[in-house]
C-alpha cells in the first residue's frame, strides 16, 4: 500500500518562503512521477508542479519561477519549495503520484493521479 505523508506546512507573510516535504513508502520510490497539487476553499484542486522518474520538472504558470520541485530518491522523499508567496497561494497542499511507471510527460490533471497524501495546510497572510 503507497503511503505519502506531507509536512512543512504553516501560516506565513507575503514574501516568506517555505518548504513542503512528501515522505513516500509501499513501493519503490524511483520509477514513479510525484507531484504536488492545491486546493483552495470554494476551488477545484490544480496542478502545482511535478518531476519525473528522470528529474524533469514542471510548473503550473502561476508558480513558475517562484516554487522548485525536488526529489531525492534515496530518501524518498519529493520537496517543494516555495519562495515569494502570495495570498492567493493560500491552499491544502497534497502530495500525488501515478499508480504506474510512464516515460510520458507528467499529467497535470488529478484524476491521472491514484496515491495521495492527507495534504497540509499553507495560509499565506496579506
Known amino acids: 500500500q503507497v503511503q505519502l505523508v506531507e509536512s512543512g506546512g504553516g501560516l506565513v507573510q507575503t514574501g516568506d518562503s517555505l518548504r513542503l516535504s512528501c515522505a513516500a513508502s509501499g513501493r519503490t520510490f524511483t520509477p514513479y512521477t510525484m507531484a504536488w497539487f492545491r486546493q483552495a476553499p470554494g476551488k477545484e484542486r490544480e496542478f502545482v508542479a511535478a518531476i519525473s522518474w528522470v528529474h524533469a520538472t514542471y510548473y503550473s504558470d502561476s508558480v513558475a519561477g517562484r516554487f522548485t520541485i525536488s526529489r531525492d530518491n534515496a530518501k524518498n522523499t519529493v520537496d517543494l519549495q516555495m519562495v515569494s508567496l502570495k495570498p492567493e497561494d493560500t491552499a491544502v497542499y497534497y502530495c500525488?503520484?501515478?499508480?504506474?511507471?510512464?516515460?510520458?510527460?507528467?499529467?497535470?490533471?488529478?484524476?491521472?493521479?491514484?496515491?495521495w497524501g492527507q495534504g497540509t495546510q499553507v495560509t499565506v497572510s496579506s
Open positions: 500525488a503520484t501515478p499508480l504506474r511507471h510512464t516515460t510520458a510527460r507528467p499529467t497535470q490533471l488529478a484524476q491521472d493521479y491514484d496515491y
